[in-house]
């Protein structure tokens, strides 16, 4: 683990950002800091009042900021190609891209409108079609991608006999695969963008355990009752043990986007005990990941389920 230092000032004026997940927690906070930093913030929503919400929320914070909203719903691979045209047809290029939605536990096993698990289907499958679809403006960009993973993926293993959870459905290690997942395509989108002369650099963060509403969303879905875990993750924030707020959550994803000093094939994440808080850190790729073999063949595996290629540019 190296610490990293985050500059004072970052001005990304005339830059083009894309943020997935930015109606809330750490998707609007960080698409906050790039609109302050000057910054134009895209927002791809899949809820339009709440991305309404999360628009006068940035301009409150950030007075004359550069945002817009699109539609977008990463579990369905319709939505993801029509936002890709739109932007494609717009011939903007994008300068930064951060792949931070995501969706964590369900209790039981729910399905994307493409038959995908969930999890796997939103957090892993659908980000890899919108980088593909986008890949001629992220490489006109010189784009930054970076890619939001979790502890989690530290404790993973890809299941190839059964990576949508169809013949057994466990909430936290399908969550876990999937972000499993988004670590390899991030690490493996830097090595063939070198390969390719595409122009793109990638890399990895994840946000210790932060407090948003990822703890309730998910875990309350298949549920009579709402789940517990909020509740507990709730309790620890206010007694400041293990939880962490957004402000400090977003920061190595933050870093790893915009810092100069951020390179390619890294991975960034808090640097407190356990990585579970602290500050910016460049920390070892887990383990799992560094199979690059699994890497490649998740890429095949996954170009197939997102029916979209990754064509020379």
């Not at 903007?92 to 038959?115: E, F, K, Q, S, V």
């Amino acid at each position: 683990m190296k610490k990293v230092t985050m500059q004072n000032t970052i001005d990304l004026t005339g830059r083009l950002a894309v943020v997935t997940g930015a109606s809330s927690g750490l998707g609007l906070g960080l698409a906050t800091r790039l609109a302050a930093a000057g910054a134009k913030v895209l927002l791809p929503v899949r809820d339009e009042a709440k991305g309404k919400a999360a628009l006068s929320h940035i301009r409150a914070e950030a007075p004359g900021a550069d945002v817009s909203l699109r539609e977008l719903d990463l579990a369905s691979l319709k939505s993801v190609e029509a936002l890709g045209d739109t932007l494609n047809a717009e011939g903007r290029p994008i300068h930064i891209l951060i792949n931070n939605a995501g969706l964590m536990t369900p209790a039981t096993r729910h399905t994307t409108a493409d038959g995908l698990e969930l999890q796997f289907g939103t957090n892993h499958i659908g980000h890899f079609a919108l980088t593909g679809w986008l890949l001629p403006l992220l490489n006109a960009g010189h784009a930054r991608v970076t890619t939001m993973t979790s502890s989690a993926a530290r404790h993973a293993k890809l299941n190839w006999e059964d990576l949508q959870s169809d013949q057994a459905y466990a909430p936290i290690r399908a969550y876990n695969q999937s972000k499993l997942a988004n670590l390899l395509f991030a690490l493996e989108l830097d090595r063939r963008s070198r390969a390719g002369g595409w122009g793109i650099v990638s890399n990895a963060a994840h946000p210790g355990t932060t407090l948003t509403g990822l703890y309730a969303a998910g875990p309350n879905l298949g549920r009579e009752k709402s789940s517990p875990i909020e509740a507990a993750m709730k309790r620890l924030a206010r007694w400041g043990v293990l939880v962490q707020g957004v402000d400090r959550g977003l920061l190595p994803a933050l870093y790893a986007a915009t810092s100069p000093d951020a390179e390619g094939g890294h991975f960034y994440g808090p640097d407190g005990f356990g990585q579970f808080t602290g500050g910016p850190a460049e920390l070892e790729i887990y383990r799992p990941a560094r199979d690059e073999a699994a890497a490649t063949r998740l890429w095949d595996v996954s170009q197939r389920l997102a029916a979209v290629e990754f064509a020379a540019v």
